[in-house]
T-cell receptor, first 113, second 112 residues
Framework: NAGVTQTPKFQVLKTGQSMTLQCAQD?????MSWYRQDPGMGLRLIHY???????DQGEVPNGYNVSRSTTEDFPLRLLSAAPSQTSVYFC????????????FGQGTRLTVV | SQQGEEDPQALSIQEGENATMNCSYK?????LQWYRQNSGRGLVHLIL?????REKHSGRLRVTLDTSKKSSSLLITASRAADTASYFC????????????FGPGTSLSVIP
């Protein structure tokens, strides 16, 4: 059982470039989310989805887009990378949005130069 | 914001000792969860406690919740070197679409 799979694990981008971080889960979870983790700040919610075709903004959505065309996949797009987006990105999924444990991917370490 | 804040930020103990971490939050919650993160890895769920519960156990872990004080504690008994990790509390509010908000975490070092 793969759980939550994120690709790539590491990425270096130049300022202004765009890219997509991939996230896939095989647990048939309805709820998926993206977080970024910066030193001393815990995890901050970027975007989340409560099911295919439904997405919403989290705490820090600016500069990021998401879509949810299938239950399994929830890609995160950086539109025009900035050094402030240097961070570790985690994708998570859970059975429902409310009161259930989240399963996390292994993270993508992104550096924007 | 309902964000939880862990205390202390860092904790260093000897193997075999107990480790206690605290989490305080600001607004009423439906549930509170604790997660562990080993260096360079994703988060792993430890325990979920709901607002109508006061205490839960899982192996060497004991979590308490005091909604009157808006605080929770995570106790790890008989700690091991493998418990070295960062520990995060995450809170979720009372409405059905309230997001899960994480605190900044406590870094635990268990010295063999």
């Amino acid at each position: 059982n793969a759980g939550v799979t994120q690709t790539p694990k590491f990425q270096v981008l130049k300022t202004g470039q765009s890219m997509t971080l991939q996230c896939a889960q095989d647990m048939n979870h309805e709820y998926m989310s993206w977080y970024r983790q910066d030193p001393g700040m815990g995890l901050r919610l970027i975007h989340y989805s409560v099911g295919a075709g439904i997405t919403d903004q989290g705490e820090v959505p600016n500069g990021y887009n998401v879509s949810r065309s299938t239950t399994e996949d929830f890609p995160l797009r950086l539109l025009s990378a900035a050094p402030s987006q240097t961070s570790v990105y985690f994708c998570a999924s859970s059975y429902s949005i409310y009161g259930t444990e989240a399963f996390f991917g292994q993270g993508t370490r992104l550096t924007v130069v | 914001s309902q964000q939880g804040e862990e205390d202390p930020q860092a904790l260093s103990i000897q193997e075999g000792e107990n480790a206690t971490m605290n989490c305080s939050y600001k607004t009423s919650i439906n549930n509170l969860q604790w997660y562990r993160q080993n260096s360079g890895r994703g988060l792993v769920h430890l325990i979920l406690i709901r607002s109508n519960e006061r205490e839960k156990h899982s192996g060497r872990l004991r979590v308490t919740l005091d909604t009157s004080k808006k605080s929770s504690s995570l106790l790890i008994t008989a700690s091991r070197a493998a418990d070295t990790a960062s520990y995060f509390c995450a809170t979720q509010g009372k409405t059905s679409y309230d997001k899960v908000i994480f605190g900044p975490g406590t870094s635990l070092s268990v010295i063999p």
